[in-house]
């Protein structure tokens, strides 16, 4: 193998470790979310699944909102 195909082949290796990576941190996430009922976070791990990095994109923008006043949960309990 060439040297350009080495470099490609290791960015793919990169690339679906990233994705990979990037869907388990998501399902964790969505698991020990408390403010969702079980139908949502149904909804949500299957949507990281079938659409990978758009599932975990889509919860990054979508977790703030699920929070009361606009603060995370441990700065809310220092309020």
Same mark, same amino acid.
């Given at each position: 193998?060439?040297?350009?195909?080495?470099?490609?082949?290791?960015?793919?290796?990169?690339?679906?470790?990233?994705?990979?990576?990037?869907?388990?941190?998501?399902?964790?996430?969505?698991?020990?979310?408390?403010?969702?009922?079980?139908?949502?976070?149904?909804?949500?791990?299957? @949507?990281?699944?079938?659409?990978?990095?758009?599932?975990?994109? @889509?919860?990054?923008? @979508?977790?703030?909102?699920?929070? $009361?006043?606009?603060?995370?949960?441990?700065?809310?309990? $220092?309020?």
């Amino acid at each position: 193998m060439e040297p350009w195909e080495w470099a490609l082949a290791a960015l793919g290796v990169l690339s679906g470790l990233f994705v990979c990576g990037s869907i388990v941190w998501g399902v964790f996430d969505v698991l020990r979310e408390n403010r969702l009922d079980q139908t949502s976070r149904i909804l949500w791990v299957l @949507a990281m699944f079938i659409l990978p990095l758009f599932g975990v994109v @889509a919860w990054l923008s @979508a977790e703030p909102r699920l929070s $009361t006043n606009g603060f995370p949960q441990h700065i809310r309990n $220092t309020l």
